[in-house]
């Protein structure tokens, strides 16, 4: 597949690594906001071309692109190639707001089009064996979903300068940037929540520092607790009558272990080496080939539940964006 690269940031890096493992994608051209860093990033990948104006890539006869831009951007920039017939693989979260999400599943359909929401642990082997082994620990009661993960940009906001991470105009905070994983993952295992309530530590640059997003369902409880300040070491579990299922971490879902009650632990999957995005950008080649408009059967759903709850759950924090307006 000829793809182009927008936005040549680290998770760039790990897109280009994965998609060399998976010998299915031409990284035909590279692209972001400054030519030096377009040009730096295709060098180091031995990408053949370069520019810094998204509409250049339509130059290149490309099946598809990859947006790994700031997410207030990822919408106009979708909508500019969905409408080119060319398939889009987003980063996560795939858009501000759950109106831009509606707004790109409409284009998707409109133009027959493939869009993408790509967000690791949803298309990982991990969260395979999660379902696979879910019935050993019988009716699921709850589930603690932790994701803290201390920014690597913290340390400029703390000294004073707020980078992109903490700024509200491009979308982003915690919420955003960490809290769509665990929220993704609960509701790719459990459907979308009956209620969802939402605190959040809101800093002075506007966006969310941390919070908790509470899901409630008829029968159990998901807690997700997200953070871009702080760390963690406790481990994702889902807990049920009959034992507990531990995972390694809720985004990279390398590792799974079952514990039924009165047994040992059993490590039921274990994979630290393949690159994290490998799974899903397979599928998104399969849809592809198979000329869907989405990776699965359920995908722009799982999209659409997953940002249903996450602008909820800004709106109960009051944390606005522009993009929101
Ligand atoms: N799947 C994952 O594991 C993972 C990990 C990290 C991030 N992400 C997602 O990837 C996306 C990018 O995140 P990031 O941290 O790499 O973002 P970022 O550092 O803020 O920006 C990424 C790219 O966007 C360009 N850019 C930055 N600000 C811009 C602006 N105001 N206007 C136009 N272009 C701009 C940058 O270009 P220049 O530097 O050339 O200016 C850079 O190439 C986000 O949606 C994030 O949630 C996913």
Do not use: W
């Not at 919420?175 to 939402?198: C, E, N, Q, R």
């Not at 159990?220 to 971490?249: A, W």
């Amino acid at each position: 597949m000829r793809i182009g690269i927008i936005g040549t940031n680290f998770v760039s890096d790990a897109m280009v690594e994965a998609a060399n493992v998976t010998h299915k994608f031409e990284l035909v051209v590279a692209c972001t906001r400054r030519l030096e860093n377009a040009e730096a990033f295709a060098l180091k990948h031995n990408i053949e071309n370069f520019t810094n104006k998204h509409e250049d890539l339509l130059n290149y006869d490309l099946d598809a692109v990859y947006i790994a831009l700031p997410n207030a951007l990822h919408k106009d920039v979708a909508l500019f190639f969905l409408e080119h017939k060319i398939a889009v693989f987003c980063e996560k979260p795939l858009a501000s707001n759950i109106s831009e999400v509606l707004e790109m599943m409409k284009a998707s359909k409109k133009y027959n089009t493939l869009l993408m929401e790509g967000i690791i642990p949803v298309y990982s082997n991990g969260i395979q064996a999660v379902r696979k082994h879910l019935d050993r620990i019988g009716t699921v009661r709850n589930a603690t979903f932790a994701m803290n993960q201390y920014s690597s940009r913290y340390d400029a906001y703390r000294a004073g300068e707020v980078l992109n991470a903490f700024k509200p105009e491009l979308s982003n905070g915690s919420t955003m940037d960490i809290g769509v994983y665990p929220t993704s993952v609960a509701i790719a295992l459990f459907g979308k929540p009956d209620h969802v309530l939402a605190s959040a530590y809101k800093l002075e640059s506007g966006v969310d520092g941390k919070g908790t997003i509470l899901l409630q369902y008829a029968d159990k409880d998901v807690i997700v607790t997200h953070s871009k300040i702080s760390n963690q070491m406790l481990k994702p579990e889902i807990s049920g009558e009959d034992g507990v299922i531990q995972m390694n971490h809720i985004s990279l879902m390398n590792e799974v272990i079952v514990k039924e009650n009165k047994k040992d632990a059993e490590v039921v999957y274990a994979d630290y080496d393949t690159p994290q995005m490998v799974n899903e950008l397979l599928a998104f080649e399969k849809a592809y080939q198979n000329q869907a408009i989405e990776a699965y059967p359920g995908a722009h759903q799982l999209s659409i539940d997953i940002h249903e709850v996450l602008t909820e759950a800004r709106r109960q924090t009051n944390i606005v964006f522009p993009a929101d307006q």
